[in-house]
């Protein structure tokens, strides 16, 4: 068997500096989601130009729309599951039909009932007020084909999850691959997704088309290459990077595809500087930070129904010709109120829900390691070295 070369310290599977970055990548979802549905038209008017063209209050609305950008936040989620996803699969052993049962069981019980959950509950609160969006309550057909993930019909939000799910087998492969062959196995399955990104994905296209480049990089992320790479660079280097993100889609129009390989591997850097890090005195160790990521996944699920659900009411409160006129100070107080909304009604999901269900699949689905089967970190690697 060919070295793994992973990091050689085993991080812990919860980091606190992750799960603080998948936090706030989710609010920036949530602001992002309240921008769009207040006005459309406008946060998409205001990307699609060059920079140049645009002035005044077009300008400072394109910046609002490039730091709420859901697009970004979407390929932070998509490499913080590629490098969280792979590390658990190398602590999970050698990759067989039993493994792969393990890992897809745990993503079930991590995945499927918290989304239930909020499309259960936002089908009902259809039948009591009817978004503005909608001609009609969702049917008990649509809750159970978005439950099964065959579509993402009642909440929209959970195509990410779909997409979650279809990378487990990708995963699973890679996984088998990188045991082999190491990380050349990783590199290579990287250019083929690049490929893809530029020529388009032949099934599952719009599910596919930026997450196996973002979960190739996340896995890669986790590796030695990287881990030396980051030893390097300084601590100011995250915030250059956050900042970097938002400037990519600030300058870049949508219809620029370098704009969105640059994001992608700006993404990847973020994460495997905070994967590597050890400093527990960092920023992103902040209690508030960590207990926003621990939430993060109720955050991205509910705030969808309370920006929805009452969205008529604000309208009507607001009055169309004002919020067309300038929809910055209103958007900005309804966020005021979703916000904290969404937080209220995420931490029961996690508390109840969630943990529960996460603690059930692992009860269910043991990891490889608790039967002695850790695959060993670069153990040819120094076996050579000492034969040498």
Request: hydrophobic fraction near 55%.
């Amino acid at each position: 068997m060919a070295p793994i070369t992973q990091a050689p310290e085993a991080h812990k599977s919860r980091s606190n500096k992750l799960d603080a970055l998948r936090g706030i990548a989710a609010l920036v979802v949530v602001f992002h989601h309240g921008l769009y549905a207040l006005d459309y038209d406008a946060a998409v008017r205001v990307r699609v130009p060059a920079l140049s063209e645009l002035s005044g209050y077009d300008l400072a609305l394109r910046l609002i729309a490039s730091v709420a950008l859901g697009e970004i936040a979407v390929f932070v989620f998509f490499v913080l599951s590629g490098a969280v996803l792979m590390d658990s699969l190398r602590r999970e052993g050698p990759i067989n039909m039993a493994a792969a049962v393990r890992f897809t069981g745990r993503r079930v019980f991590r995945i499927v009932p918290a989304m239930a959950v909020a499309i259960v509950a936002f089908a009902i609160l259809t039948h009591i007020h009817l978004p503005t969006y909608l001609d009609r309550p969702f049917s008990g057909t649509s809750v159970i084909r978005n439950v099964l993930m065959i579509d993402h019909g009642v909440l929209g939000v959970t195509w990410t999850l779909r997409t979650e799910m279809l990378m487990v087998p990708i995963l699973l492969g890679l996984a088998l691959f990188r045991n082999i062959f190491g990380t050349m196995s990783m590199i290579f399955f990287l250019s083929v997704s690049q490929y893809f990104l530029a020529h388009g994905v032949p099934y599952f296209d719009y599910l596919l088309v930026h997450a196996l480049t973002a979960f190739g990089l996340g896995a890669l992320a986790t590796t030695e290459m990287f881990r030396t790479a980051c030893k390097q660079l300084p601590k100011s280097t995250l915030w250059l990077l956050l900042a970097g993100l938002v400037a990519v889609r600030f300058v870049a129009s949508t219809s620029s595809p370098l704009a969105v390989f640059a994001l992608l591997w700006i993404a990847a850097i973020t994460v495997a500087l905070l994967y590597h890090d050890r400093d527990p005195n960092h920023p992103l160790e902040r209690p508030t930070l960590v207990f926003l990521g621990r939430i993060s996944y109720g955050v991205y699920l509910l705030h969808w129904i309370v920006i929805y659900w009452p969205l008529g009411a604000y309208q009507a409160l607001i009055g169309a010709e004002r919020l067309s006129a300038n929809v910055i100070p209103w958007y900005f107080l309804y966020m005021i109120f979703v916000v904290p909304v969404t937080v209220l009604f995420a931490v029961p999901l996690e508390r109840f829900v969630e943990r529960p269900f996460i603690e059930m699949g692992h009860r269910l689905f043991p990891r490889g390691h608790k039967r002695g089967n850790v695959v060993p970190l670069q153990q040819e690697g120094a076996k050579r070295r000492l034969a040498a």
